[in-house]
C-alpha cells in the first residue's frame, strides 16, 4: 500500500537527507478561465537536505521571536 502524500513528506523532512517522489496517474488539473484540463502523468522528485542550526543561529532565531512577540499588536 502506497504511503499517503503528506506522510511521505513528514517523514522525508523528519529524516534531513531524504527524497520524496509524487506520483502522478491520469490527475487532471482545471485553470480558471482556460475551458481545457491539464492531465498529470508521471513523477515529481523532492530532494530535502536540512541541518542543525549552529548556536548563533538558534540564538538570532530566539531573539526574532521574542521581538515578534513583544512587538505591539496592529
Known sequence: MERGLFEGLIEALA???S???INFHHTG????GI??????????S???HMRDLTDEEKRALSQRN???????KI
Do not use: C, R, W, Y
Open 29 to 32: 488539473i482545471k485553470f480558471p
Open 19 to 21: 527524497q520524496l517522489d
Open 35 to 44: 475551458q481545457q484540463s491539464l492531465e498529470l502523468n508521471g513523477t515529481i
Open 46 to 48: 523532492i530532494s530535502v
Open 15 to 17: 529524516d534531513k537527507h
Open 66 to 72: 521574542v521581538s515578534m512577540l513583544a512587538a505591539p
